[in-house]
């Protein structure tokens, strides 16, 4: 490519971010660095009725979580900031008049009460050109009107000028070409009564000064590119206009409409990165973070939604799938949501990352659960051993929490009912030799174990599960052996004596 690439994500603060947002994200931040270009962060916050306090700060702490940092935007900075468009307000107006001036946009003074009831008095009502005549703008007012109004103060919003019977084409990066009839698309609102810019004039207004050369976004804004395409040519820059890309949608688990929130609460997993409390009422959305996702999952198993390489892999880090990653294996239909399997994602990843690379989301969500960790090389230790138990790091409190504090409740209906004399014998004389042991490896202990065992006149099996119950409370964890050692002598030695009165 002879240009420098650059791409853009471009949000609205408005409350929590979806998968498919960060999926978006990725697939530009991986486009741009296979390519040796920017990745551009711009907040479109232009619709103060939706703007939402805390909104935009949560979005860049989703960025940081994923890794997937913008070269320019609100906290980076760069030579065509500002980055938020409340900023560049007066920007927008320039442009909007421009087009005013040159017959391809118009003003339209209509009150919201006088389009309501146009709404109301005919079925299917658009501001068009079926109707646009009838209506009190610009194009129909006498020009000393217009300029009177103008004068006054009237309020009004600047209208593309649709054309009709028109046939417009593009080439998609994903679908091909794309085609849209003119006559079927309403006059968008371009400059809003409050002087604000809707996304349509904004985003071309921008991705032109930013120098955007590829713009991937939903294929929910397909319907919107037809005004976009005019725009680009109306203002001019059309040699400029960056090559667009339509990404799938994100689907429900039975591949019927899009993943919504709501699809979310109802089925049991979350859809945003991370939790989100709406300031305004309090209601909190769970997030992939919180609910323990790696973020090395969390990218693999959204970069599968919708693209693979050709190949039966399916594990990618963030370098592989910048080598990898290709518009032209993006998938043009939607992709299932599924929870189990972004789950099994997870898995792998905690399998595959080395202990000190967990050890510190692990911590916290110990110290979280008034787990205290007072030897961190020990937390090690004990990650390498449970973690290819665990799906989510949240299951790191019942497979590793043993370790640092001796269980309070023991699954009693395990053990007593085959609970006798002989076995609490067992116990205490194995405590002894534990006791008196030189050594104390897990082969070795395995040993003494059996040999004991077999010396009282009993199956492994009948003094393993106490023996476990013993040490984590209940029927689960790793090899029994490996635990005890890392507890080390004088906690398992304490730990038996303090289960055998509760067994009684």
């Known amino acids: 490519m002879s240009e420098k690439v650059r791409v853009r994500f471009a949000p609205s603060p408005t409350g929590g971010l979806h998968l498919g947002g960060v999926r978006t994200v990725l697939f530009n931040y991986l ?13 479109e916050d232009t619709d103060q009725t939706r703007f939402v306090p805390g ?8 960025l940081k979580w994923c890794g997937l940092n913008p070269d320019e935007g609100t906290e980076a900075g760069g030579a065509y900031g500002p980055y938020r468009q409340s900023e560049r307000k007066e920007i927008y107006r320039k442009y909007a008049e421009q087009l005013v001036a040159d017959g391809k946009a118009y003003y339209a003074f209509d009150t919201p009460e006088e389009l309501e009831e146009k709404r109301a008095e005919i079925p299917n009502f658009q501001y068009g050109h079926t109707h646009r005549m009838q209506l009190k703008n610009s194009l129909t007012l006498p020009a000393e009107e217009v300029k009177r109004l103008l004068d006054a103060g009237e309020r009004y919003v600047i209208r593309i000028n649709m054309p009709s019977e028109e046939t417009i084409r593009f080439d998609d990066l994903i679908r091909g070409e794309v085609s849209f009839d003119t ?17 349509h004039l904004a985003v071309v207004v921008d991705d032109y000064l930013m120098k955007i050369t590829h713009a991937f976004r939903g294929e929910e804004w397909l319907p919107s590119a037809p005004v976009h395409l005019l725009l680009w040519r109306y203002l001019g820059w059309e040699e400029q206009m960056p090559q667009w890309a339509h990404l799938p949608l994100i689907l429900k688990p039975d591949g019927n409409g899009k993943l919504s929130k709501r699809d979310g609460a109802r089925l049991g997993f979350p859809v945003y990165a991370m ?14 973070r919180e609910i323990g996702f790696l973020p090395e999952a969390f990218n693999n198993l959204l970069a599968m939604l919708g693209w693979n390489d050709g190949t039966d892999q399916e594990i990618f880090g963030i370098d592989e799938l910048i080598e990898k990653f290709s518009l032209e294996r993006v998938s043009k239909s939607g992709a299932k949501f599924d929870f189990e399997k972004a789950k099994w994602f997870n898995a792998e990843w905690i399998k595959r990352l080395p202990a000190e690379r967990l050890k510190p989301e692990i911590l916290t969500i110990l110290q979280k659960e008034g787990i205290e960790v007072s030897d961190e090389d020990r937390l090690l230790q004990v990650i390498d051993l449970v973690k290819d138990r ?16 001796a269980p309070q409740e023991y699954d009693l209906g395990a053990v007593t009912p085959k609970w006798n004399e002989q076995k609490e014998e067992f116990f205490k004389s194995f405590a002894d030799s534990i006791g008196s042991a030189q050594n104390f490896a897990a082969a070795d202990l395995e040993a003494e174990f059996k040999t004991l065992a077999q010396e009282k006149g009993f199956k492994i099996g009948d003094v393993m599960l106490p023996f476990r119950i013993m040490l984590v409370g209940g029927k689960f964890g790793p090899t029994v052996f490996d635990i005890a050692v890392l507890l080390g002598k004088d906690e398992t030695i304490s730990r ?8 009684k």
Do not use: H
């Open 496 to 503: 038996i004596n303090k289960a055998l009165q509760a067994f």
């Open 390 to 405: 665990c799906t989510l790091l949240t299951d790191f409190v019942a497979q590793a929490s043993y370790f640092f504090r």
């Open 275 to 288: 939790t989100w409390t709406d300031p305004a009422t309090g209601d909190v959305t769970p997030g992939f």
């Open 55 to 62: 909104a935009e700060e949560y979005i860049i702490e989703c």
């Open 183 to 199: 006559t079927l698309v309403d006059d968008k609102v371009l400059l809003k009564a409050d002087g604000m810019p809707t996304y």
């Open 31 to 43: 486009f741009a660095k296979q390519n040796g270009g920017d990745f551009i962060l711009r907040i």
